[in-house]
């Protein structure tokens, strides 16, 4: 299991680049997931609450006070795959349940604020949703391991 959880969070990482280079990317140019009127990467990697703490409306979006929400992703994932590489199963089920957390409340924010998708913040939602669950079945496993070690 904590090899699945590691590679899960390895993709986490990437996805997570990957938004991060639709971050930095000119908002003129057209970035590679503005596929139509509804998915659109740049759209939802360029608005105020692409950074975190989010922008005021007043505020000047090239200010470096704030922490893009993709590097908050790859720390939250390489954490993660290094707890569970440790076998820290609590701890990561701990990190997993934060960023599962985290990416609804982004995905709210993208449905009912920007009404606009990105096509990598939903991979990473869907990447983070399946390392818990598979945390969880871990220590589902580990506590019935034990039980039955206790109790033979």
């Known amino acids: 299991m904590k090899y699945l959880i590691a590679l899960l969070a390895i993709a986490g990482i990437v996805v997570s680049t990957m938004a ?17 009127e509804k998915f659109d ?20 979006p090239k200010a470096g006070s ?7 992703g ?16 609590w701890l990561v089920f701990e990190f ?4 599962c957390l985290f990416a609804a409340f982004l995905s709210y924010i993208e449905a009912y604020v920007l009404q606009k998708w990105c096509i990598y913040c939903l991979w990473s ?16 496993v580990r506590w019935q391991q034990n039980r039955t070690a206790l109790n033979p």
């Open 20 to 36: 991060l280079h639709v971050h930095y990317m000119d908002p003129a140019l057209a970035p590679p997931c503005a596929v139509t």
């Open 41 to 60: 990467c740049g759209a939802v990697n360029h608005s105020r609450f692409a950074v975190f703490p989010p922008r005021t409306f007043d505020e000047d």
């Open 66 to 72: 704030h922490i893009p929400v993709a590097i908050l």
């Open 74 to 89: 790859i720390i939250g994932y390489a954490t993660i795959g290094v707890l569970a590489l440790m076998g820290r199963w």
């Open 96 to 99: 997993a349940q934060v960023g």
């Open 125 to 140: 939602q869907g990447i983070v949703t399946a390392i818990l669950l598979t945390t969880v079945i871990a220590l589902i």
